[in-house]
């Protein structure tokens, strides 16, 4: 049987795959597509609902995208919002203009006024704050629409049209600030839409593996474990679907922090899979001696990668499918623009036609990055391995600052992990989007008991960030900074100085190298 689908057709706003993951929060599947699906594309996708989202442009000029207007005739509900509200306005026969002056634009918090006949807002209270961004306004609603909220700029917020099941809004419900969006979506999906919350992670496991078993058949399977959460995930779900037939390659590159490659190990170990540890470690430290520049590193530690994976699948002989951990924000095709973009991510770069493969399978690539920690745990990974925090492909290579030695990465692998012991004994790990230890080049004058030093100063770097792109440095209590501090320099033979990185991105970037 399959899930029920709301469709979200994609106008280009900055919003939307923040729609999807609150459609899927309620436990209902969706999906984003570009808003030029074609209506048989939409007809054949069956959804029990559909959003239009936001967008940058606005409806009245030359060119501005719209949806087949085959979608007012489905049958089907639909929420517009902001410029999805005006879409729906503009072709049912409203009018949509600029606002005439700056008071009928609106932008950021807005106290709206709610008709709560209006079973979109059912439940919700007469008055709350919004989340505006538009500068057009609904001039003339559309014949067989009323009007359901308001602001004092604007007296045309919300429209609703019962009899269609036709809904729209100016603010944005799927943003934190708009206080009872949640509900408002709720609200969508369950009374308007008739969704019964079929959208499960214990359901999803159930037919991806199903899914797996029937394409891979007796076949043989093979994928690049990174100990990352993404393609842990993806292993633990074929391991469950088909078991022996499945080797995972973990190329240990002796660049991992302390205990890592053993617990990625571990983890594995309850599944019947062929699991091949490759202790690459000389491997990598040779090719990378003396090598200073981060670049440069980055372009060897990829390589020999790639070199040992490749490597490891001659081994094994004939594989039949590949498996890749993409996930669902790399493969949502933007619909920003006319060229629909679509981008192929892979999580080791390069990867690979010198196995012989049939096909690649991504299990996960319908799954946001919260979808798949929630599958993680539904299939029993442990949850230091489902909530990990990222990590780069080239590990403490590039937190080491200049040329790498094992020492050096020894003692590098010991002050990070005090550093996220005491994180974690401070109950921390929650706060921080980021956090990790990086080894200066630097060595400076200490004096411990009655003798001179001249040691390595560490790095403390932590940040805070949502999307990875900017980044806010991490204002960590003093005295846990003071206890992690304490223990390194007294813990780490070689280390007499801690700093602490108090820079954002930009100007800087969040790893440290
Ligand atoms: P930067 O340093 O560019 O990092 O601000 C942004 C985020 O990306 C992570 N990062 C990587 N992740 N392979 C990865 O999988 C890499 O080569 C890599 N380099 C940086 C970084 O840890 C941060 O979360």
Redesign the pocket.
């Known amino acids: 049987m399959q899930n029920q689908k709301v469709l979200i057709l994609d106008f280009g706003g900055q919003y939307n795959q923040l729609i999807a993951r609150r459609v899927r929060e309620n436990n209902v599947y969706c999906e984003v597509h570009p808003y030029d699906m074609s209506i048989e594309a939409i007809r054949a996708y069956d959804p029990i609902g559909i959003i239009f989202t936001g967008g940058p442009q606005s409806v009245y000029a030359a060119g501005s995208p719209h949806a087949d207007t085959g979608v007012y005739e489905l049958g089907v509900p639909i929420l517009g919002i902001c410029y999805g509200c005006q879409l729906l306005s503009h072709e049912l026969g409203g009018l949509v203009t600029a606002a005439q002056d700056d008071s009928a634009r609106e932008y950021g918090k807005t106290t709206t006024y709610f008709d709560t006949s209006c079973p979109l807002f059912n439940g919700i209270p007469g008055e709350s704050i919004t989340w505006m961004s538009h500068g057009d306004y609904m001039a003339k609603v559309p014949e067989g629409f009323k009007l359901s909220a308001h602001s004092a700029a604007c007296p045309n917020v919300g429209i609703s049209d019962d009899k269609r099941r036709f809904y729209g809004v100016q603010f944005h419900p799927e943003v934190n600030h708009t206080e009872y969006g949640r509900n408002m979506l709720h609200n969508f999906l369950y009374d308007i839409c008739g969704a019964t919350g079929d959208w499960t992670m214990a359901d999803y496991k159930k037919r991806a593996i199903d899914e797996v078993r029937s394409k891979v058949g007796d076949g043989k399977v093979l994928l690049a474990l990174s100990g990352?959460v993404d393609s842990s995930v993806a292993a633990a779900l074929l391991a469950e679907a088909v078991g022996n037939q499945l080797t995972c390659v973990f190329v240990d590159h002796g660049l991992m922090r302390k205990n890592e490659g053993d617990e990625v190990q571990e983890a594995f170990s309850k599944w019947d899979i062929n699991f091949v540890r490759v202790n690459a470690e000389a491997r990598f430290l040779a090719a990378l001696d003396g090598v200073e520049d981060p670049e440069r590193k980055?372009k060897i530690i990829g390589e020999e990668f790639i070199r040992v994976f490749e490597e490891e699948g001659k081994k094994i002989g004939k594989v039949d499918y590949l498996v890749q951990g993409t996930i669902y924000p790399d493969v949502i095709e933007s619909g920003k623009g006319d060229a629909a973009v679509i981008k192929s991510h892979h999580?080791v770069g390069g990867l690979p036609d010198y196995v012989d493969f049939k096909e690649i399978i991504e299990p996960l690539r319908m799954l946001f990055k919260d979808e798949v920690r929630q599958l993680g745990r539904e299939l029993g990974l442990p949850s230091y391995l489902v909530t990990r925090?990222?990590?780069?492909?080239?590990g403490l290579g590039?937190r080491v600052i200049g040329a790498l030695t094992k020492e050096k990465l020894d003692l590098l692998r010991e002050a990070d992990y005090i550093f996220r012991d005491e994180i974690s004994k401070a109950g921390l790990e929650g706060a921080l989007s980021?956090y990790f230890a990086a080894l200066t080049n630097m060595r400076s004058v200490g004096v411990m008991g009655d003798g001179r030093t001249y040691d390595y100063a560490i790095a403390l770097r932590a940040v805070n960030t949502s999307d990875?792109?900017t980044?806010d440095w991490a204002r960590i209590p003093f005295d846990v900074l003071d206890r992690i501090s304490v223990r390194i320099v007294n813990e780490v033979a070689g280390v007499n100085r801690v700093l602490y990185d108090v820079t954002s991105?930009p100007p800087a970037?969040?790893?440290f190298?």
């Open positions: 990352g980055r999580n925090q990222p990590f780069p492909g080239p590039i980021q990875f792109m980044a991105k970037t969040i790893e190298e």
